[in-house]
């Protein structure tokens, strides 16, 4: 009896052993699902960042337009996600016979056809960057830009001026293959291709709506018009720098160990843009600037965007570095040409993009200082400022003569909260009016 029951027994297990067996993915299907778990998380730390700008925006500017950045930093992604959607994504990586753009792909049609479920984790990583791309230039500008010019901006570069120059250097990530990549070019997270196309065409907006009221006297000079919240930059900016794990890890869109040198690079060089930016401004200004410390952390890590998966970390640090750096000097140049630029995005963004762009060809591991890859990196940063500025400042020349751009000085005045969306963001608190 006894050994009948246990003979029973150990086939019942032997049998539960067997199905489990069958049910346990082998190693390729793991390591697939665990690139989909990866890359859309770190899809999420990217969307994340949508919080941050948000809240360095509101940080750096007045109170009187909170209300004001928050919708545009909401539409940038509600409405960029659809014109990404609808074209922008086939644009980007659809089929091409030239190299420039994608021909196919438009509403996602005709990639659902293929039944392939990456397309959608593959979208999702993709969409997020767009929208990075699109807020860039809310901060460049804020305080004077109304609002309905600000959303047909908004479509303008999440439908093509960034998805086409994202064509050109990361197309055969998906069906594409762009002209740029096939020369050799560098930019494994978006120094230039995400950066620098929203610090450019943030350089564009700013020239077309001009300054804010007050900014620069009679004499050309320009006055200081201080932003209402540090606290709240501070923490924008500590979002972002966590988001940028995903933005830069992210971009493996694979979950393995590739992600561990990127998740220091960022670090390192995010770490060293803040030091030196404070001890640049300390030098500069005999003060360690808040705001400029927390500006040099955003553009270390802009400037090892495009390097973080093929730098050792010595280079890692040095590029961080002289981001930080760049931008004091960059915010500087700027203001010189009566560019009024609220939170620096075209320094910080556009010419720490095009650094880090740079220093990925300067300091690419096992083949440093290569003149042929220097000059594909040099070809690539041209390339991105002749495409994307001429082709926003035409679109927002014409966007200011259809529909008006500038809001008018009493608006500005008052805050484009009220006027815009009849609205405060602190009701129970008496916002100054300030020019």
């Not at 293959?177 to 120094?191: K, N, P, T, V, Y």
């Not at 060089?269 to 005999?286: D, H, L, N, Q, S």
């Not at 140049?333 to 963004?349: L, N, T």
């Amino acid at each position: 009896m006894k050994i009948g029951v246990f003979l029973l027994l150990a086939a019942l297990l032997a049998g539960v052993d067997t199905a489990f067996a069958e049910e346990i993915p082998d190693a390729p299907d793991v390591q697939n699902n665990l690139n989909f778990v990866w890359t859309i998380v770190a899809a999420s730390l990217v969307f994340f960042m949508q919080a941050g700008f948000t809240m360095v925006e509101v940080g750096f500017t007045r109170a009187k337009n909170a209300s004001n950045i928050i919708m545009k930093n909401l539409m940038d992604f509600s409405i960029g996600a659809l014109a990404f959607w609808a074209i922008g994504f086939g644009l980007m990586f659809g089929a091409t016979n030239t190299g420039w753009f994608g021909t196919d792909g438009f509403f996602l049609s005709d990639f659902i056809t293929d039944s392939d479920p990456w397309l959608y984790a593959f979208w999702m990583f993709q969409v997020v960057f767009c929208a990075t791309a699109a807020t860039i230039i809310s901060g460049a500008v804020a305080e004077r830009t109304r609002f309905i010019g600000y959303l047909l901006y908004t479509v303008v570069i999440s439908a093509i001026v960034y998805p086409v120059f994202g064509s050109w250097a990361w197309g055969s990530l998906y069906h594409g293959q762009g002209w740029l990549e096939d020369l050799g070019f560098i930019d494994f997270a978006g120094s230039t291709v995400v950066h620098s196309v929203g610090g450019w065409a943030a350089l564009a907006g700013a020239i077309v709506v001009g300054p804010r009221l007050g900014k620069f006297n009679s004499k050309g000079e320009p006055k200081p018009i201080l932003g209402h919240n540090l606290p709240l930059a501070a923490l924008g900016v500590m979002i972002l720098w966590f988001g940028w794990y995903g933005f830069n890890a992210g971009s493996t869109t694979a979950g393995n160990s590739d992600i561990a040198l990127i998740a220091v690079n960022t670090t390192l060089a995010a770490a060293a843009g803040a030091i030196f930016a404070m001890v640049t401004a300390w030098i500069f200004y005999g003060v360690p600037d808040v705001g400029i410390s927390l500006n040099g952390a955003l553009a270390g890590l802009v400037g090892i965007t495009a390097g973080c998966a093929n730098l050792a970390p010595v280079f890692a640090v040095i590029t961080g570095a002289a981001a930080g750096i760049i931008v004091v000097i960059s915010v500087a140049i700027v203001e010189k040409f009566k560019v009024d630029d609220p939170v620096g995005a075209v320094s910080v963004h556009g010419v720490c993009g095009a650094w880090g762009t740079l220093a990925a060809g300067l300091f690419n591991s096992g083949n440093l200082f290569s003149a042929k890859i220097i000059g594909v990196q040099l070809l690539g940063i041209a390339a991105c400022f002749i495409w994307v500025f001429p082709t926003t400042y035409i679109a927002f020349k014409l966007i200011d003569k259809l529909v008006g751009l500038r809001a008018s000085d009493e608006d500005q005045y008052n805050g484009l909260d009220f006027s815009e969306h009849g609205a405060t963001a602190y009701p129970d608190f008496s916002v100054t009016m300030t020019h």
